[in-house]
């Protein structure tokens, strides 16, 4: 299936159930790898907008670069009070932002949607000399009992589910192949704690997920709600994770 339309019907669940991202990972991007609120940021595969807010709030422009209509459209009516949000209906390998014209690129939850050598073409050509590129995703803790078990259910009933994350793992061939082996690597604690609508929504927002209609959908929410009700303590359950972040040229 055509990525750009595998969040087709998602953007509810996709605003409601994901994660934000560690704030100690947003101020190593500040503080250590040259990022100011005068820095132009294209952050591509933007969907909803999540991680683009972040950048936002910190005083950055930000070209939020999204193929999916759905998704764009949410970005487009979270983020419009920021004087620096432009949405841009653009790809990876086509985001038809001008030559040389970002400081940054950023890429959230994304990359591994993308085809390697096209989107480092593209960053190529439209990042200014020395520009930074950021590959970020919120990890998942797999020796959670949690996130295992969730695993099992996915693998039972999403036919499409690869793996979290598209099956990106540390530093994985498709991230070395794309900065040629040379990156940096930082990664902070971020535990999420979900109430029941949120545990549901962040089960559903996966591309990977069965939707409403689907077959075996009603049995797959059972077993997702089953694992929610035997973790959850007070109303909530916490799911163990990280928010992690490769960064390197590639100019």
Known sequence: MDPTIKFDGYAGDYTAGRPGYSTELIDSFYKDF????????????????????????????????????????VAEEELSS?????????????TTLPDNSVDFITTAQAFHWFDVVKFRSECFRIIRPGGKVLLVWNVRDESDP??????????????????????????????????????????????????????????????????????????YMASVLDVFDKYSKDGTVTIGNRSEAYIGCVN
Request: charged letters at 30%; aromatic letters at 14%; glycine letters at 10%.
């Open 34 to 73: 040259g990022m100011t609120p005068d820095s132009v940021i294209a952050d591509i595969g933007s969907g909803t907008g999540k991680f683009a807010a972040f950048l936002l709030k910190r005083g950055s422009d930000v070209f939020a670069v999204e193929p999916n209509s759905d998704m764009r459209r």
């Open 82 to 94: 920021y004087p620096k949000f432009h949405s841009v209906n653009g790809g990876a390998e086509s």
């Open 146 to 219: 949690v996130n295992s078990e969730l695993k099992v259910i996915y693998k039972k009933y999403c036919p499409n589910f690869a793996g979290f994350n598209g099956g990106i793992v540390k530093d994985d061939p498709r991230i070395r192949e794309f900065f040629f082996d040379k990156y940096e690597h930082v990664s902070f604690d971020h535990p999420l704690v979900l109430d029941r609508e949120k545990f549901i929504s962040r089960s559903l927002s996966g591309s990977y997920s069965l939707k409403e209609g689907d077959r075996d959908y009603d049995e």
